[in-house]
């Protein structure tokens, strides 16, 4: 078997999706993007897409090599969302000839399901109670929240008074036990993280994420001795090189890699297992599409330390595009008491709605994130 063509589509609400061909009619989905630079993803793809026409679409941990190590320059989130949505798409096309699931291909499932989490409130967070007790009424245990609006290095105690009656309201709504996670979004500074952790602590959520950018990862340690909620991260790290410190440094608690961000199938897997000999647990980020989310599940499906999983219907981010949109067969991501199946279908488990793709393609998206500014005019994290 080999491989044919290498198709990307832009799709609302802001992702991208490639279709990869072989030559035995074989095909398999990927969603290689990160949010807000699609298009250069798609770039990427396209520049990595002539070496992978002609080979045979199965020598996946090769193909993976020579993508990520045969370029003396690597990693970062461009190259490596590209690679991670080749790689998803090679798995497709490898379960779809052994029909098999992926997580069959990668040693067999440790699980049957894994608990949700849903989003509520949006970008700057308002009305979060009823939204959070909508949420729980509808069967999800878990939900996550940003936490505030921006914030400068040192800030006032009324906005750190805002976020804790929003926390408090959340709480008060949903009662003592749904998992509440709260998203610093990297918007807070050191000197504000280990303040707001200290005073979330009587709420008891389920973990605080992104306390502070991935950068300023040597923060976490401070903050982590201020507080004993869980700390998570990871959303903006790419690959087990750039875990490695944070693993090792010990003060992380929840690694969040993104199958469409950090190499895709094959190397989120490997830094699951790196996470998991720390004793560090994983909840993959997962705010983008179907085939994404898919790809998850998969290795959720083989990871003994994931505990919960990321997903994005219903997120603010999707209004008039949604994840169901694009996939034939929507009951596999039916959620039942707050969990969602592992996909039994071959490959990644989800049957892509083709014409739906090339249809919202034509209207294709340029999603950027805002640009927020301080009332001083300085830039602010968003
Ligand atoms: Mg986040």
Same mark, same amino acid.
């Given at each position: 078997?080999?491989?044919?063509?290498?198709?990307?589509?832009?799709?609302?609400?802001?992702?991208?999706?490639?279709?990869?061909?072989?030559?035995?009619?074989?095909?398999?989905?990927?969603?290689?993007?990160?949010?807000?630079?699609?298009?250069?993803?798609?770039?990427?793809?396209?520049?990595?897409?002539?070496?992978? *026409?002609?080979?045979?679409?199965? +020598?996946?941990?090769?193909?993976?090599?020579?993508?990520?190590?045969?370029?003396?320059?690597?990693?970062?989130?461009?190259?490596?969302?590209? *690679?991670?949505?080749?790689?998803?798409?090679?798995?497709?096309?490898?379960?779809?000839?052994?029909?098999?699931?992926?997580?069959?291909?990668?040693?067999?499932?440790?699980?049957?399901?894994? +608990?949700?989490?849903?989003?509520?409130?949006?970008?700057?967070?308002?009305?979060?109670?009823?939204?959070?007790?909508?949420?729980?009424?509808?069967?999800?245990?878990?939900?996550?929240?940003?936490?505030?609006?921006?914030?400068?290095?040192?800030?006032?105690?009324?906005?750190?008074?805002?976020?804790?009656?929003?926390?408090?309201?959340?709480?008060?709504?949903?009662?003592?036990?749904?998992?509440?996670?709260?998203?610093?979004?990297?918007?807070?500074?050191?000197?504000?993280?280990?303040?707001?952790?200290?005073?979330?602590?009587?709420?008891?959520?389920?973990?605080?994420?992104?306390?502070?950018?991935?950068?300023?990862?040597?923060?976490?340690?401070?903050?982590?001795?201020?507080?004993? *909620?869980?700390?998570?991260?990871?959303? +903006?790290?790419?690959?087990?090189?750039?875990?490695?410190?944070?693993?090792?440094?010990?003060?992380?608690?929840?690694?969040?890699?993104?199958?469409?961000?950090?190499?895709?199938?094959?190397?989120?897997?490997?830094?699951?297992?790196?996470?998991?000999?720390?004793?560090?647990?994983?909840?993959?980020?997962?705010?983008?599409?179907?085939?994404?989310?898919?790809?998850?599940?998969?290795?959720?499906?083989?990871?003994?330390?994931?505990?919960?999983?990321?997903?994005?219907?219903?997120?603010?981010?999707?209004?008039?595009?949604?994840?169901?949109?694009?996939?034939?067969?929507?009951?596999?991501?039916?959620?039942?008491?707050?969990?969602?199946?592992?996909?039994?279908?071959?490959?990644?488990? *989800?049957?892509?709605?083709?014409?739906?793709?090339?249809?919202?393609?034509?209207?294709?998206?340029?999603?950027?994130?805002?640009?927020?500014?301080?009332?001083?005019?300085?830039?602010?994290?968003?």
């Amino acid at each position: 078997m080999k491989i044919t063509k290498l198709e990307c589509f832009i799709v609302p609400p802001r992702w991208c999706f490639l279709k990869i061909e072989t030559d035995e009619g074989i095909t398999g989905w990927g969603e290689p993007v990160i949010e807000g630079r699609a298009s250069t993803v798609k770039a990427a793809v396209e520049e990595l897409s002539d070496y992978l *026409i002609g080979k045979d679409p199965l +020598r996946i941990e090769d193909h993976w090599n020579v993508l990520y190590r045969s370029g003396f320059y690597r990693g970062g989130p461009i190259l490596m969302s590209a *690679i991670a949505g080749i790689d998803q798409a090679l798995w497709d096309i490898k379960g779809k000839f052994y029909n098999a699931p992926v997580y069959e291909l990668m040693g067999g499932a440790c699980r049957e399901s894994i +608990r949700v989490y849903s989003w509520i409130g949006g970008d700057r967070p308002s009305d979060v109670g009823a939204a959070a007790k909508a949420v729980v009424d509808a069967g999800f245990t878990a939900v996550k929240m940003n936490g505030t609006e921006e914030l400068q290095y040192v800030d006032s105690y009324e906005k750190i008074d805002a976020v804790v009656e929003r926390i408090a309201a959340v709480r008060e709504a949903v009662g003592q036990y749904v998992g509440i996670g709260i998203d610093f979004h990297g918007r807070v500074h050191k000197p504000m993280a280990k303040v707001l952790a200290k005073e979330l602590e009587p709420y008891r959520p389920m973990f605080i994420e992104e306390p502070v950018l991935a950068e300023n990862n040597e923060a976490l340690r401070e903050i982590a001795n201020h507080t004993h *909620i869980p700390i998570a991260t990871g959303e +903006r790290m790419y690959s087990r090189w750039d875990f490695k410190q944070l693993l090792s440094d010990g003060y992380v608690d929840i690694i969040q890699p993104d199958l469409s961000h950090a190499g895709g199938i094959t190397e989120c897997k490997k830094i699951a297992s790196m996470a998991e000999a720390y004793d560090v647990a994983v909840a993959f980020h997962c705010p983008l599409g179907p085939i994404a989310l898919a790809s998850c599940l998969q290795v959720d499906a083989t990871s003994h330390n994931a505990f919960i999983q990321e997903q994005s219907l219903g997120i603010h981010y999707n209004q008039g595009s949604d994840l169901l949109d694009y996939i034939t067969d929507k009951s596999v991501f039916k959620y039942e008491d707050g969990h969602v199946k592992i996909p039994q279908g071959p490959g990644l488990g *989800i049957s892509v709605n083709e014409e739906h793709v090339r249809k919202m393609a034509e209207a294709g998206h340029n999603w950027k994130n805002p640009v927020w500014r301080h009332k001083d005019g300085t830039v602010a994290e968003w």
